[in-house]
């Protein structure tokens, strides 16, 4: 069952943990525009649409799992080791120790751009290097 509320249709069983997610996206047209590339987010709203809710888990947090935390450790210092398998029954800290290792990687600087342009291809490769909208900016 939907409701309508002023200019809104909003569903009878939404809960209050349900609230519906706001966006600037005000019509059909306009999403359709942003999908295709024809109009861009501004990096206001990118950096709002990449904030996790979620802490990642400090890797000096983790109690146990001696030889997981050896080899995640060694994959970090090795760039030739490959990578890590983690195996292991639930619930025994695979998915958070591999998140864990968020706060020991270095930061990169990374592209918001859907296409990956980064400044420098510009210096490198010049204004063809990079996709039209970043062009622009």
């Given at each position: 069952m939907i409701?309508?509320?002023?200019?809104?249709?909003v569903p009878d069983d939404l809960t209050p943990n349900d609230e519906p997610q706001t966006s600037s996206i005000s019509s059909l047209r306009e999403l359709?525009?942003?999908v295709s590339g024809k109009t861009v987010q501004t990096s206001d709203e990118q950096t709002d649409a990449m904030i996790s809710d979620q802490q990642p888990f400090p890797f000096l947090g983790l109690v146990?799992?001696?030889?997981?935390?050896?080899?995640?450790?060694?994959?970090?210092?090795?760039?030739?080791?490959?990578?890590?398998?983690?195996?292991g029954p639930r619930g025994t800290g695979k998915t958070t120790a591999a998140r864990s290792m968020v706060d020991l990687l270095p930061q990169i600087p990374?592209?918001?751009c859907f296409y990956g342009c980064l400044p420098e291809d510009i210096e490198q490769g010049?204004?063809?290097?990079?996709?039209p909208d970043c062009a622009r900016k």
């Open positions: 409701s309508e509320t002023g200019d809104q249709s359709i525009d942003l146990g799992q001696e030889e997981m935390k050896l080899a995640l450790l060694l994959s970090l210092i090795n760039p030739k080791l490959d990578g890590v398998l983690l195996i990374r592209s918001l010049g204004i063809d290097a990079v996709c």
